[in-house]
């Protein structure tokens, strides 16, 4: 079975870093649009980025630009979320998905999705 699996969450103080890790379980990820989203306590699941797995495409949403960078390592089919200068605002849990997408930061989109990983920065 084809399976997204997130890693990396944790708590730090706000200014500090983390990085995410999405591992994909089959080669064929390779061929799909690689995204996070998040889920913040009584919110719903907003987008945050989103890499296309050639690599010549990303996008990110305009809460984490210039501080959220996401990465593909196509020889580990691992997907990277590197978060610097973290925020209170931050604190969600966050999720990987995979799929055929066309637009990068719709939600419907994605086929595959991984159980998620807490992010929670401190103040």
Do not use: H
């Not at 630009?65 to 996401?70: A, D, E, V």
């Not at 978060?83 to 605002?89: A, G, V």
């Amino acid at each position: 079975q084809v399976q997204l699996v997130e890693s990396g969450g944790g708590l730090v103080q706000a200014g500090g870093s983390l990085r995410l890790s999405c591992a994909a379980s089959a080669r064929t990820f390779t061929r799909y649009v690689m995204g996070w989203f998040r889920q913040a306590p009584g919110k719903e699941r907003e987008f945050v980025a989103a890499i296309r797995w050639s690599g010549e495409s990303t996008y990110y949403a305009d809460a984490v630009k210039g501080r959220f960078t996401i990465s593909r390592d196509t020889a580990a089919i691992t997907a990277y979320l590197q978060m610097n200068s973290l925020k209170p605002e931050d604190t969600a849990v966050y999720y990987c998905a995979a799929g055929n997408v066309w637009i990068m930061s719709k939600e419907l989109e994605y086929d595959y999705w991984g159980q998620g990983t807490q992010v929670t920065v401190s103040s």
